[in-house]
C-alpha cells in the first residue's frame, strides 16, 4: 500500500509522462527518418503532442526532410548556452522537432552536467507532449541501441529485402539481450503488397518469439510509394505534401495503431535516461 501510495505521488510531482519511441532498423536507408516524421505528422493529426528528436545524425536527417534550418541544436543545450525551448522548431504539421548534434554521436562522451542539462529540458517538454519520437541510427551503434534499449516503445523499421531483415532481427536480438522491457514494434516500409508486408511479419515474429521468448507487434506496412521519394524531394513530409498517397494512408493507419496502444509502466525522461546511463555504463546524474 505504502509503494502504491508513493507511486501515485510520484507520479503526480512528475507530472504526465510522454510516451518514448525509438525508431530503428537494422539496415541504413530503410526509411526510420521518412516514418518518424510522418508518423510524427500523423499523431499530430489524431490527438497526440509529438515531438521529435532528431539523433540520426546521417545526411537525409528529419531537418534536411523538412526543410528546415535550425541555428542551434542540443549541442548548445548540452553546453549551456540554450535552452531546450530555444533550440525547439515548429515543423510542418505541428510537429516539434528538436535538432540534433553531432555531440549527441557519442553520448557517453558528453559529460554528466551536460547530460543533466539535456534531461532537465526533456523533463519539462514531456509535460507538454504526449509522445516523444526518437529518430536513432541504424545498426548495433552503441547510441542507437542505449536509445531503444531504454525507450518505453521500440519501432523497428526493415523493408522486404533479405538484409534488411537479418540485420533487423539482429538489432532486435542485441537489445532484447540488454533486458529492454520496452514494447516492441515493427513496420515493413516499402512493400509491393499487403500480403509482403504480411509475410514478412509472419517470418520475423516467429523467429522473435522462437528464438528469444519475445513478442512483436505488427503496426503495419507502408507501400513503396513514388510520392515518398517525391516529397523527399522536396523538402516535404509525404503525409502533408500528398494527402491521398498510398503511403499516407498507410501511416495514417499506423498512428491510429499505436495510440491504441496501452504501454505499462512508462518510466517518462527521468526513466529513460536512468537506463541510457546504466546501459552506456555511466553514473546517473539525477
Ligand atoms: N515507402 C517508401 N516508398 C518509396 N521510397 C521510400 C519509402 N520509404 C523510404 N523511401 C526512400 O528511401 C530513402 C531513405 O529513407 P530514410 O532517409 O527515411 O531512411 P533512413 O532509414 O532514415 O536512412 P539512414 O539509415 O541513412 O538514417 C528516402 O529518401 C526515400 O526516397
Ligand atoms: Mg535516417
Not at 545524425?57 to 540554450?82: C, F, P
Not at 499516407?248 to 525522461?269: F, P
Request: aromatic share 4%.
Amino acid at each position: 500500500m505504502v509503494d502504491q501510495a508513493d507511486n501515485l505521488r510520484r507520479a503526480v510531482e512528475e507530472g504526465p509522462r510522454a510516451r518514448i519511441l525509438a525508431v530503428t532498423s537494422g539496415k541504413g536507408g530503410v526509411g526510420k527518418t521518412c516514418v518518424s516524421v510522418n508518423l510524427g505528422i500523423a499523431l499530430v493529426a489524431q490527438g497526440a503532442r509529438t515531438i521529435l528528436l532528431d539523433a540520426d545524425l546521417g545526411l537525409a536527417n528529419v531537418e534536411v526532410l523538412l526543410g528546415l534550418n535550425s541555428l542551434y541544436d542540443l549541442q548548445h543545450v548540452i553546453e549551456g548556452r540554450k535552452s531546450m525551448d530555444d533550440i525547439l522548431i515548429d515543423g510542418p504539421g505541428g510537429l516539434r522537432v528538436i535538432p540534433g548534434s553531432s555531440g549527441m554521436a557519442h553520448v557517453a562522451d558528453i559529460g554528466p552536467v551536460g547530460r543533466q542539462r539535456v534531461q532537465d529540458g526533456l523533463s519539462d517538454l514531456q509535460c507538454r507532449a504526449d509522445v516523444i519520437i526518437i529518430d536513432t541510427m541504424a545498426g548495433i551503434g552503441q547510441n542507437a541501441v542505449a536509445f531503444c534499449a531504454s525507450a518505453d516503445e521500440v519501432l523497428f523499421v526493415t523493408t522486404p529485402e533479405p538484409s534488411s531483415i537479418v540485420n533487423v532481427y539482429a538489432t532486435i536480438k542485441t537489445i532484447h539481450q540488454m533486458g529492454s522491457r520496452a514494447k516492441f514494434y515493427l513496420l515493413i516500409n516499402s512493400v509491393l503488397s499487403e500480403e509482403q508486408a504480411r509475410a514478412v511479419n509472419a517470418k520475423l515474429s516467429r523467429a522473435i518469439r522462437e528464438y528469444l521468448g519475445r513478442e512483436v507487434h505488427y503496426l503495419g506496412y507502408v507501400s513503396r510509394d513514388p510520392h515518398v521519394s517525391r516529397a523527399v524531394m522536396q523538402s516535404r513530409p509525404f503525409t502533408l505534401q500528398f494527402p491521398n498517397a498510398s503511403a499516407t494512408r498507410n501511416i495514417e493507419d499506423i498512428a491510429a495503431r499505436l495510440l491504441n496502444q496501452q504501454v505499462d509502466g512508462r518510466g517518462g525522461i527521468q526513466g529513460f535516461f536512468r537506463r541510457v546511463a546504466q546501459n552506456l555504463g555511466l553514473a546517473h546524474t539525477g
